[in-house]
């Protein structure tokens, strides 16, 4: 289970850091045992395949478990079509968090909270934010550690996702 929770945290802080640019994803195995040989131009791979299997589904993340994966797969993320950011405030938070929204337009916008565990805390929609709106989110009732806070417009196309710490 850690294993699985340290994999989500670190997959979330790779799409975080990495919005606007491609991401090559090379393949890497966690096995009880495998090896890996060249000779010429032919190349043997192979690692000892585990019982338990499960494939994990995160909204659009996906983790296969189990088996070796056998090919390169390149995922490009698409600029923006608006310019648009974002700015939380205090960090670390005690008790109200502040979200300022820098739009060149009024849009929509749906406030997710999560845990370190990807489970979903709170989910809110914001019917028309202005430029320079800001979003006040109360966080006294949850408890100290981090939440990942994903604002992201109704359709999904458009996301940022924010680290907070809160403090008792």
Not at 1 to 29: C, G
Not at 52 to 63: C, E, R
Not at 142 to 166: A, C, E, L
């Amino acid at each position: 289970m850690k294993r699985i929770i340290t994999l989500f945290v670190l997959l979330v802080a790779l799409f975080q850091f990495s919005i606007a640019q491609e991401i090559v994803l090379a393949p890497t195995v966690i096995a009880s045992a495998g090896n890996y040989s060249e000779a010429g131009n032919i190349s043997l791979s192979w690692t000892l395949g585990e019982i338990a299997v499960t494939t994990l589904k995160q909204g659009d993340l996906i983790l296969t478990q189990g088996f070796q994966q056998s090919y390169l797969k390149k995922v490009g993320i698409d600029p923006d079509p608006i310019d648009w950011k974002i700015l939380a405030y205090p960090n670390p938070v005690t008790d109200e968090l502040r979200i300022q929204f820098d739009l060149p337009e009024s849009t929509d916008f749906w406030i997710e909270i999560q845990d370190v565990t990807g489970r979903i805390l709170s989910q809110k929609q914001h019917k028309e934010i202005h430029p320079g709106d800001i979003v006040t989110v109360n966080m006294s009732s949850y408890k100290y550690g981090v939440y990942f806070f994903r604002v992201f417009t109704p359709d999904r196309q458009q996301m940022r996702v924010i680290s907070i710490r809160k403090i008792q």
